[in-house]
């Protein structure tokens, strides 16, 4: 088996059902007992005295995937905490909480992708390992045959998810500014965990006061019988307005399988999710301190620019890939710029005031208690985004690289389109692009109304295009001209593109 087909980012995931499935209790052992060492030598411990923590969210091939990875890390010397169903910013939190403190984690989770796949996520005390340690992993993995080494360090089940619910509870009330044991009556809340493993927060809605009638989908089922768990996903979000709208709720609130992304529903049904979801975050944190810098993914829109401008603060537009946001959030920082937020359209959000960690259980926390004194004034969440711009229309297309060196023919087109923008007298090159290329429009008479943005992607070889327009039938203009540029354009299918303009 070829070992690295299992790396994804800085994630190990792959099939973890059925006959052939590459991810096996096999491989996760193996995983376990190379992580243990990895972090014996990383905090400069013997290995019989580190300690891992290990929790799953809901999926079928979970529970024997965590058996399996704890028996590693067993059977390398170090001890186990079996944290069970957990979620993956809790078992970051684990590593900072006192009485838990274990030196690294693992969380077992493949997101939002179907029942049939699986992964494991590493956590040190820095944050979630890179890539590049990862491959370190699984490397010293493919060397190992843990089947006949007996069991040395402990294997101890102690959940973690009460003690994390409490934290959340406790930043609601401080955020309410009350001790109050019931701080959010009068508040009504759906909650859709998806069968996930973020079921556990309508509980904590409702021993806080909140009504949670309405809430669904709230038992983890590895089958996820009812719709993908995924913020993203149309079919969830209708899912989740549906349900506000039925039961007259002040708010829904959805999360993905493991409750590092969520969205939002309003009063009134409509999805705050995308730009919606960063333009409500950002309005929350610059109203409490203006001035400060909110830094999202490339693909934000124009409109969001000026809103975030008008609540005072300054938005830096960056690379897609949550931990390209979240790393450069934290390095300006470092360099004096305040950034309180790292936020991408899929609903990965981390704040300063958290870590910077990736939690999309304590986003809507932090969205919850505002929710909260809005309706003690007769407002809404929703009234905090009346002034965001939309676009009118909106269009993604993904166009195959076909040359063998995918990255250098990608190159290759974006510099193609950059040259021509230079030389043309109605593309405008994005000042503070900082992905691929980004180019504004001047549709109908009007001025910066339309853009696309044109990039490579991370892992693939695909062109990933967004194009907006605030003009009806401006993403065809966009379009058109773009196919005029790369028309004859080698290595690149662009099937897509042609379908695109046909259809807009």
Same mark, same amino acid.
């Given at each position: 088996?070829?070992?690295?087909?299992?790396?994804?980012?800085?994630?190990?995931?792959?099939?973890?059902?059925?006959?052939?499935?590459?991810?096996?209790?096999?491989?996760?052992?193996?995983?376990?007992?190379?992580?243990?060492?990895?972090?014996?030598?990383?905090?400069?411990?013997?290995?019989?005295?580190?300690?891992?923590?290990?929790?799953?969210?809901?999926?079928?091939?979970?529970?024997?995937?965590?058996?399996?990875?704890?028996?590693?890390?067993?059977?390398?010397?170090?001890?186990?905490?079996?944290?069970?169903?957990?979620?993956?910013?809790?078992?970051?939190?684990?590593?900072?909480?006192?009485?838990?403190?274990?030196?690294?984690?693992?969380?077992?989770?493949?997101?939002?992708?179907?029942?049939?796949?699986?992964?494991?996520?590493?956590?040190?005390?820095?944050?979630?390992?890179? $890539?590049?340690?990862?491959?370190?992993?699984?490397?010293?993995?493919?060397?190992?045959?843990?089947?006949?080494? #007996?069991?040395?360090?402990?294997?101890?089940?102690?959940?973690?998810? #009460?003690?994390?619910?409490?934290?959340?509870?406790? %930043?609601?009330?401080?955020?309410?500014?009350?001790?109050?044991?019931?701080?959010?009556?009068?508040?009504?809340?759906?909650?859709?965990?998806?069968?996930?493993?973020?079921? &556990?927060? *309508?509980?904590?809605?409702?021993?806080?006061? *909140?009504?949670?009638?309405?809430?669904?989908?709230?038992?983890? !089922?590895?089958?996820?019988?009812?719709?993908? #768990?995924?913020?993203?996903?149309?079919?969830?979000?209708?899912?989740?307005?549906?349900?506000?709208?039925?039961?007259?709720?002040?708010?829904?609130?959805?999360?993905?399988?493991?409750?590092?992304?969520?969205?939002?529903?309003? *009063?009134?049904?409509?999805?705050?999710? %995308?730009?919606?979801?960063?333009?409500?975050?950002?309005?929350?944190?610059?109203?409490?301190?203006?001035?400060?810098?909110?830094?999202?993914?490339?693909?934000?829109?124009?409109?969001?620019?000026?809103?975030?401008?008008?609540?005072?603060?300054?938005?830096?537009?960056?690379?897609?890939?949550? %931990?390209?946001?979240?790393?450069?959030?934290?390095?300006?920082?470092?360099?004096?710029?305040?950034?309180?937020?790292?936020?991408?359209?899929?609903?990965?959000?981390?704040? %300063?005031?958290?870590? &910077?960690? !990736?939690?999309?259980?304590?986003?809507?926390?932090?969205?919850?208690?505002?929710?909260?004194?809005?309706?003690?004034? $007769?407002?809404?969440?929703?009234?905090?985004?009346?002034?965001?711009?939309?676009?009118?229309?909106?269009?993604?297309?993904?166009?195959?690289?076909?040359?063998?060196?995918?990255?250098?023919?990608?190159?290759?087109?974006?510099?193609?389109?950059?040259?021509?923008?230079?030389? *043309?007298?109605?593309?405008?090159?994005?000042?503070?692009?900082?992905?691929?290329?980004?180019?504004?429009?001047?549709?109908?008479?009007?001025? !910066?109304?339309?853009?696309?943005?044109?990039?490579?992607?991370?892992?693939?070889?695909?062109?990933?295009?967004?194009?907006?327009?605030?003009?009806?039938?401006?993403?065809?203009?966009?379009?058109?001209?773009?196919?005029?540029?790369?028309?004859?354009?080698?290595?690149?299918?662009?099937?897509?593109?042609?379908?695109?303009?046909?259809?807009?």
């Amino acid at each position: 088996m070829d070992w690295m087909k299992l790396k994804s980012g800085s994630d190990v995931r792959g099939v973890a059902v059925g006959e052939n499935a590459p991810l096996t209790e096999h491989v996760a052992m193996c995983l376990g007992m190379a992580f243990a060492r990895y972090v014996a030598k990383h905090v400069g411990k013997p290995v019989t005295q580190v300690t891992i923590a290990i929790g799953r969210d809901s999926r079928i091939s979970g529970p024997a995937l965590l058996h399996a990875a704890a028996e590693g890390v067993s059977k390398a010397g170090a001890s186990v905490l079996d944290f069970g169903m957990c979620t993956t910013p809790a078992m970051y939190m684990c590593i900072i909480t006192p009485g838990f403190q274990p030196d690294g984690s693992i969380m077992i989770t493949a997101s939002h992708h179907p029942y049939d796949k699986n992964g494991l996520k590493f956590f040190l005390a820095e944050g979630g390992v890179e $890539g590049d340690v990862v491959e370190e992993l699984l490397k010293t993995a493919s060397t190992l045959e843990p089947e006949d080494t #007996p069991l040395a360090g402990t294997i101890v089940k102690k959940p973690f998810l #009460p003690t994390y619910k409490e934290q959340l509870a406790d %930043r609601i009330r401080r955020g309410l500014g009350t001790d109050v044991p019931k701080p959010l009556l009068g508040l009504h809340v759906v909650v859709d965990a998806g069968n996930g493993a973020g079921g &556990f927060y *309508a509980q904590l809605m409702e021993e806080l006061g *909140a009504w949670i009638e309405g809430s669904q989908f709230l038992e983890p !089922d590895g089958m996820f019988p009812n719709h993908i #768990p995924n913020p993203e996903n149309e079919a969830a979000m209708a899912s989740i307005s549906a349900a506000v709208k039925r039961v007259g709720a002040d708010l829904g609130v959805i999360f993905d399988t493991d409750c590092d992304r969520a969205a939002v529903v309003d *009063a009134n049904g409509r999805e705050i999710n %995308r730009n919606r979801l960063i333009a409500l975050i950002s309005a929350i944190l610059l109203d409490e301190k203006p001035g400060e810098t909110i830094v999202t993914d490339s693909v934000t829109s124009s409109g969001l620019k000026k809103f975030i401008n008008d609540w005072g603060g300054e938005h830096y537009r960056y690379k897609r890939g949550y %931990r390209n946001v979240i790393d450069e959030a934290i390095r300006l920082n470092k360099e004096g710029i305040s950034c309180p937020l790292a936020i991408e359209t899929s609903g990965h959000a981390a704040l %300063r005031e958290n870590h &910077f960690l !990736d939690d999309g259980m304590y986003l809507v926390t932090v969205l919850i208690v505002r929710a909260m004194k809005l309706k003690q004034e $007769g407002k809404t969440l929703g009234s905090l985004i009346a002034d965001l711009k939309e676009p009118v229309e909106s269009r993604e297309i993904r166009l195959n690289i076909t040359a063998d060196d995918f990255r250098d023919a990608g190159k290759v087109v974006i510099q193609r389109v950059l040259d021509y923008a230079n030389a *043309a007298e109605n593309w405008h090159i994005a000042p503070d692009n900082r992905e691929g290329v980004r180019i504004s429009f001047d549709l109908d008479g009007g001025m !910066d109304n339309g853009w696309f943005l044109l990039r490579l992607s991370v892992h693939d070889p695909v062109l990933p295009l967004n194009v907006e327009s605030d003009v009806p039938g401006g993403v065809r203009q966009m379009l058109e001209s773009l196919l005029k540029v790369l028309n004859d354009a080698e290595g690149i299918d662009l099937t897509p593109l042609k379908k695109a303009v046909e259809e807009a």
